[in-house]
């Protein structure tokens, strides 16, 4: 992976976009494909928010994305799916329909309206405009992670929540990555201290490098919840070069979700929204059913480490009684 950024963008044919607004305390993440991405995406949380998610199911017509979303906001963030929307259509992007064309843009959301940010908008939320602006500023290469995009209100039980993402190849040179946005009611962390849950699966300390704790008591794994009725629900996604059927790709979402229940504990709870889209490329195609069963294997490795990344390149809100950053605890640990 020395060439590799460990990010979604490592994927040929992917850009990623991210727009912040710190005094909102909330943002937008886009991930807009090249080319129509055959797609699909699994709900378990018990709460979720989302837009045009049925159509992923296999069983429906429709197979292809032109993006997906993630964004801040609650159900008033499903505005963003409409912003990155236009912008394709702008872009003349989109499903054909006879003479005219739809985009086909999923959006997930997260609850993070409670986090101290001013939410008093007037009419019109904003995330419209946000959309279109993460769509506009969607770029291949590096973007940052943290308090940044969809992750930007974002938090969990003990740290600031944030923007993830990781990447890995498999062995037979299949390019794999995830991006997520952590607003968990649990927590990524285990205990008080600053160990990850998801550390056995890290790759090159690129979450601090501290493994998992010599001893993990009862206590440590005793349920942490930042409450009931608050802000919640982890959303990301998993795409990858190789070429998958719809079917494939809902499986990987399924996968996906394994190693968001890897990096958070408790994951899927009744106030937790958690979904996980995946999507192919389709630049490289499986030589046999071994190639996809290890595409799954490293979706559950990939999704744990970007949980973890998230929260570990968080910084807190600049806004008064904000909720601490994992760094502000342990900065001798970066």
């Known amino acids: 992976m020395a060439d590799l950024l460990n990010l ?3 994927i040929e044919g992917v850009s990623v976009g991210n727009v912040t607004d710190l005094s909102l305390g909330s943002g937008v993440t886009a991930v807009v494909f090249d080319e129509p991405a055959i797609a699909s995406g699994v709900v378990l949380g018990g709460a979720p928010g989302g837009r045009d998610t049925a159509l992923l199911d296999p069983s429906m017509t429709v197979g292809t994305v032109d993006a997906l979303v993630l964004s801040g906001g609650s159900a008033f963030g ?3 799916a409409g912003g990155v929307q236009a ?3 702008e872009a003349g992007r989109g499903l054909q329909v006879g003479t005219t064309r739809v985009p086909i843009v999923p959006q997930a959301i997260l609850m993070d309206l409670l986090n101290g940010g001013n939410k008093d908008w007037g ?3 904003p995330y419209r405009e946000l959309g279109y602006d993460a769509f506009k500023a969607a770029k291949k290469g590096v973007f940052q992670l943290g308090t940044v995009g969809a992750g930007t209100g974002a938090t969990t039980a003990t740290f600031k929540g944030g923007l993830g993402s990781a990447s890995a190849v498999s062995s037979t040179g299949h390019r794999i990555a995830a991006i997520v946005a952590v607003n968990a009611l649990g927590s990524a962390t285990i205990g008080d201290g600053p160990h990850f849950w998801g550390a056995p699966f890290e790759r090159g300390g690129e979450f601090g490098g501290l493994g998992l704790p010599q001893q993990i008591s ?3 794994i005793a349920m942490r919840l930042k409450g009931v009725n ?3 629900t982890t959303i990301g996604a998993i795409v990858t070069d190789a070429t998958l059927t719809k079917a494939e ?9 394994d190693g968001l229940a890897r990096a958070l504990l408790p994951a899927h709870l009744p106030f937790d929204g958690d979904t996980v889209f995946a999507a192919s490329t389709g630049h490289r195609p499986m030589a046999d059913m071994l190639d996809f069963m290890e595409l799954c294997h490293l979706a559950t490795s990939v999704m744990a480490r970007a949980i973890a990344r998230g929260i570990y390149e968080a910084s807190a809100l600049p806004v008064e009684g904000a909720q601490k950053a994992w760094r502000d605890r342990f900065p001798a640990g970066r």
């Open 87 to 89: 912008g394709l259509r």
């Open 230 to 232: 608050v802000t919640a």
């Open 249 to 257: 790709a809902h499986r990987l979402s399924i996968l996906g979700h």
């Open 123 to 125: 009419l019109q939320s």
């Open 218 to 220: 009862d206590r440590d």
């Open 78 to 80: 499903l505005d963003a």
């Open 8 to 10: 979604l963008t490592d």
